[in-house]
């Protein structure tokens, strides 16, 4: 079974509670996978497969939770630049613009100097989740909750303009402001939870057909994701974005800047086992038109998992001798489990359909791996 095209609404030309052929709901899942606040355990405790339509409430209450507990110890402060022609000396001179403006005749100094602020761009994020949030849940207790939390924001002085997601990705947290870890993580997803939508408003993500590389990048996470939190307890060891090294026995001296990387998407290790698994996830057909037939499976993949398993072979890990592979794609028109052993190689080649229930996209992405749901 595949995607079937759900109907298009002919007032807006979109279909209502879908983004493409996958359900919104789904697409919240996949986040929720993908996210930090999932590998921390914010929601450990909670089915959320078996319900996904109410994941923004819950992750709304959790990040209300996490601010009104910053709140009371006082939120995070950091330092920003500032220039200010004063009276007196703060922080550095500014020779030029002084000796330009003549501001010594009248008694100023032009100063560059920081300035402690609770007005930060993490606060700003914050806060500017807790407003996308509260337009999202449905329980509308708790969208009061976040408007009025995102207020108290405001009224303590967090009324900058917010960073950027991507400016956001480039945030380290210090020992002094490790408590706003969590906080930041369900910002995060609670933020992303409004992008999925094809109505109306402020928050608008174009069909998967034509933002194919987020979708693929949220695909890959949400799988990574989803077996560090499940696998781990039970033995294994997962790495995602893990680079291979070529076994190189010589080379000349311009090759190592041409020389392409060999980086997986997931590796998943058992040592009591002795069982190493290579994870590709494409966001492709798996299929494609052969020469001589109507499907055939992409050779440049097959390639591409040939090389990952086989470059790692007689460099002293037991692991990688024996590894397998995986090719883990979303269902495009057909559903495939197949497996091919190549040269002592396990290589399986599988869907998962995403427009499945929660609780089965979950079970399919664990039998890909001989884990029981």
């Known amino acids: 079974m595949g995607l079937i095209a759900p109907p298009i609404s002919a007032e807006t030309g979109f279909t209502p509670g879908f983004v493409g052929r996958i359900p919104v709901r789904n697409l919240w899942l996949l986040m929720l996978y993908a996210s930090d606040l999932f590998r921390t355990g914010g929601t450990a405790?909670?089915?959320v497969e078996e319900n996904p339509d109410e994941l923004p409430d819950l992750v709304a209450e959790i990040l209300a939770h996490a601010v009104e507990t910053r709140l009371h110890r006082q939120l995070s402060l950091g330092y920003r630049s500032r220039e200010e022609w004063l009276s007196r000396v703060r922080g550095r001179i500014d020779v030029l613009t002084t000796e330009r403006r003549q501001l010594l005749d009248r008694g100023l100094v032009a100063c560059r100097f920081a300035e402690l602020t609770i007005d930060t761009p993490r606060n700003r994020f914050v806060r500017a989740a807790l407003e996308s949030v509260a337009r999202l849940v449905k329980k509308p207790v708790v969208a009061h909750r976040c408007r009025s939390l995102a207020a108290a924001m405001w009224s303590r002085g967090v009324a900058g303009q917010p960073p950027t997601?991507?400016?956001?990705s480039v945030d380290r947290f210090g020992r002094h402001d490790a408590d706003d870890q969590?906080?930041?993580?369900?910002?995060?997803?609670?933020?992303?939870?409004a992008l999925p939508t094809e109505s109306a408003g402020g928050n608008v993500l174009a069909m998967p057909g034509r933002e194919?590389?987020?979708?693929?990048?949220?695909?890959?996470?949400?799988?990574?994701?989803?077996?560090?939190?499940v696998l781990s307890p039970l033995g294994w060891h997962v790495r995602c974005g893990a680079t291979l090294q070529w076994q190189i026995?010589?080379?000349?001296?311009?090759?190592?800047?041409?020389l392409p990387a060999m980086r997986t998407d997931v590796v998943l290790d058992h040592g009591g086992s002795g069982r190493r698994i290579v994870i590709d996830t494409k966001f492709t057909s798996i299929?494609?038109?052969g020469w001589y037939r109507e499907q055939s499976l992409r050779s440049g993949y097959i390639y591409q998992m040939y090389a990952y398993l086989r470059s790692q072979v007689g460099c002293g890990d037991a692991l990688a001798d024996s590894a397998s592979g995986r090719l883990l794609h979303p269902a495009v028109g057909t559903m495939v489990d197949e497996t091919v052993v190549i040269q002592g190689h396990p290589i399986r080649f599988a869907t998962v359909d995403l427009a499945a229930k929660p609780a089965e996209i979950r079970a399919q992405l664990l039998k890909c791996v001989e884990v029981p749901c």
Do not use: C, N, P
């Open 182 to 193: 969590f906080m930041v993580a369900a910002a995060k997803l609670a933020y992303d939870l």
């Open 45 to 47: 405790h909670v089915a």
């Open 249 to 258: 026995s010589s080379k000349t001296d311009g090759i190592d800047d041409i």
């Open 165 to 168: 997601r991507a400016q956001m």
């Open 212 to 229: 194919e590389a987020w979708v693929r990048r949220l695909f890959e996470r949400a799988v990574g994701g989803l077996y560090a939190v």
């Open 287 to 289: 299929v494609t038109a």
